[in-house]
T-cell receptor, first 107, second 114 residues
């Protein structure tokens, strides 16, 4: 199964953008790239997903490299509520989450 | 409110007890999932049900027994558990079991085995 690599943690200041990278060099042509986040004491929450083209929704943007071997989740203006662990995931039907990136937002 | 409700939120049981975890979704979805999240491991998929039929069993020990009586309800029956089974058990649902379908998670049951 394709694997993902994410930094363990990132810090950001409130109101500033956050760019969360994910490497997935062994991605297959049919793998969608999903992002979820998990706030403390809650279950994971869907953020965004895409296949080849960049995607935008009310929560975030997803930038996918042309060769699809990496992607970046962009939170345009971080708030304290965005402090969570962010997971980059491939192949949802046989899903195994990796360690994710813990995002800390400083006021 | 995610539309997926899990009960109980916390459960403490001995190794010889039998208990069940319950999950209910109000989203009209046809696929439901059980995941395990422990302190030492990332989130792991345990079981998948699609239209009430089990489609995935991710090599889960037989002391965990899932049941899906209809598309809205999912149970996880527990018996003779081990201390290493202490974890957060999460339920999720999606429209169908497909790779591009977002999943909606409950907030989990925190299970402690004495």
């Amino acid at each position: 199964d394709a694997k993902t690599t994410q930094p363990n943690s990132m810090e950001s200041n409130e109101e500033e953008p956050v760019h969360l990278p994910c490497n997935h060099s062994t991605i297959s042509g049919t793998d969608y790239i999903h992002w979820y986040r998990q706030l403390p004491s809650q279950g994971p929450e869907y953020v965004i997903h895409g296949l080849t083209s960049n995607v935008n929704n009310r929560m975030a943007s997803l930038a996918i490299a042309e060769d699809r071997k990496s992607s970046t989740l962009i939170l345009h203006r971080a708030t304290l509520r965005d402090a969570a662990v962010y997971y980059c995931i491939l192949r949802f039907n046989k899903l195994t989450f990796g360690g994710g990136t813990r995002v800390l937002v400083k006021p | 409110e995610t539309g997926v409700t899990q009960t109980p939120r916390h459960l403490v049981m001995g190794m010889t007890n039998k208990k069940s975890l319950k999950c209910e979704q109000h989203l009209g979805h046809n696929a439901m999932y059980w995941y395990k999240q422990s302190a030492k491991k990332p989130l792991e998929l345990m079981f998948v049900y699609n239209f009430k039929e089990q489609t995935e069993n991710n090599s889960v020990p037989s002391r965990f027994s899932p049941e899906c009586p209809n598309s809205s309800h999912l149970f996880l029956h527990l018996h003779t558990l081990q201390p290493e089974d202490s974890a957060l058990y999460l339920c999720a649902s999606s429209q169908e079991w497909r790779v591009n379908q977002p999943q909606h998670f409950g907030d989990g049951t925190r299970l402690s085995i004495l």
